[in-house]
């Protein structure tokens, strides 16, 4: 449980990363952007949750089915799935 929690505190700060540099590269900000952002803050309501809840299985499948929507939400928005081919 103790790396459930730290990975649910420390992690969004890796995806923080990502989302200066798509500040950085695309102006004005779009509401995709501000979707990333507030999907990656709601990392840190599950070690909250846990401690209130306990509910440890639970919280975990969310967890993981909350990153999957966060990836499908970056493909889409930003053209993972079509991005130009190299020459």
Known sequence: M?????????GPLLAYVMAV?????EQPLSP???????????FYAYPVLL???GAYG????VS??????LV???VYNYGGHCQTKSA
Do not use: C, D, K, N
């Open 72 to 74: 499908f939400f970056m």
């Open 32 to 42: 995709a952007f501000w979707g990333f952002v507030a999907l990656t803050t709601g």
């Open 58 to 61: 639970v919280l975990s499948i």
């Open 51 to 53: 401690r209130l809840t």
């Open 2 to 10: 103790r790396l459930y929690v730290v990975s649910h505190l420390y």
């Open 64 to 69: 993981v089915l909350h990153l999957t929507v």
């Open 21 to 25: 540099f798509l500040a950085q590269v």
